[in-house]
């Protein structure tokens, strides 16, 4: 199948920013959990953060997390750093409870996490070293069942 093309894209995006203003808390979540899959755009990024931080919900702030974190990549982990750096105690249990269920079955997921928060520590931007060190002091926390061959 053939990738989207990029307006059919940001028409998506937009959509999605839309319902992410619903004043029901699982359309938001919807939204967010939908709008992880496009957090490479630019136009995504305003949108993410505030269902990062929805001021109503945690559920919202849980389901978006989650599904950012699902990714694996470096797109998904510092979109969820960079909410984590202003985020208030309440906002980044709940971002931990996600990181909790993401990372808490593969090893390997887990420590290719760390690495990457490792790797943004290294950044110039503060709020960003600061997001990261928080998510990976959780992560190292975090007992992995599934260990490769031959590893713990």
Known sequence: MAPMDIETRRAVVE???????????????DAGQAMARFVDMPEASQPLQGLLLDAADTFVTHATAEALLRREDAEGLTTVVRALASAGANHADWIYS?????????AN??????????????????????????????LIQIKPVLHPAGGN
């Not at 959509?15 to 979540?29: H, P």
């Not at 996600?98 to 593969?106: L, M």
């Open 15 to 29: 959509e999605l920013s839309r319902l992410a203003g619903s004043a029901d808390y699982r359309d938001r979540a």
């Open 98 to 106: 996600a990181a909790h269920h993401v990372f808490e079955i593969y």
């Open 109 to 138: 997921q887990r420590d290719t996490a760390v690495q990457m928060c490792n790797a943004l520590i290294e950044e110039a931007d503060p709020g960003l070293r600061r997001g990261a060190a928080q998510l990976r002091d959780v």
